[in-house]
Every structure is written in C-alpha cells, then in structure tokens.
C-alpha cells in the first residue's frame, strides 16, 4: 500500500525530475559552470539514469525513497553550487526543448562497482571475523 503510493508520487515527480536533469546535462556541458557543480551534476545524472539503484527498488518502501530523497538532494546541491543566472537560463532551456538524456552506461557501472565494493568488505569482514584465532 504505502509501495503504490510512493510510486505514484514517484512517478507525479518525474516530469519535473526530468527537465531539472536536462538542465543539469547541459550545466555539465557549459564552459562556464564551476568544477564543483560540473562533478555533482555529473554524479547526479549517472545516479539518476542508471538502471542500478545503489538500493534496489524491490526493496520495500526504501528502494523507491533513494530515488526520491538522493536525486533531488543532489539537484538542490547543483543549484547551490551553480551562479543562479547560469542555473535559470539552462533551466529555462531545458523546459523549452525536447532533448531527452543518452545512456550512460559508466553511471550503472560505477553503482555496480560500488555494491561489488561493499560486499566484498562485507565478506572480507565477515571472514575476519569468524576466522579461528
């Protein structure tokens, strides 16, 4: 029940979702945007269209509240970052035009990395600790 309800939300937030990704897609494309917002709104976009969620979405209730929490955090931290006339005028552009995002393959790559990263510490600890001293 609560499941549907996030996804319904999820799914409401998405059209919105997908101009402010846009928008970050042409930011890290701009000469002029900072090396700090380039680098989250780089992060934020291989998040955002990876087809690997760093919390799977079967999960009850937290696999959908990742991707409605950490993207629109890290799209508030690019505007934070971004000179708010650079933000507004690619923001403007982005609810203009049709562009749609490429696949971007390295970001489900980089989340693969980082889950095959976390398991392996995770048996490695699990090895140290039922290991006979």
């Not at 959908?64 to 690019?78: E, F, K, N, S, Y």
């Amino acid at each position: 029940m609560i499941g549907a309800a996030l996804k319904r939300l999820g799914a409401a937030k998405m059209v919105g979702l997908r101009v402010h990704l846009i928008a970050l897609w042409k930011l890290v494309r701009h000469p002029q945007t900072p090396r700090a917002a380039k680098w989250v709104a780089f992060a934020v976009i291989a998040y955002a269209v990876s087809p690997i969620d760093l919390i799977p979405d079967f999960i009850p209730v937290i696999g959908l509240l990742d991707d409605l929490v950490l993207i629109p955090l890290g799209v508030a931290l690019v505007v934070r970052l971004t000179p708010r006339p650079l933000w507004n005028d690619l923001l403007s552009q982005a609810r203009a035009s049709s562009d749609k995002l490429p696949a971007l393959w390295w970001g489900a790559a980089a989340i693969a990395a980082v889950w095959v990263a976390v398991l392996l510490f995770a048996g490695w600890a699990a090895w140290r600790w039922l290991a006979p001293r």
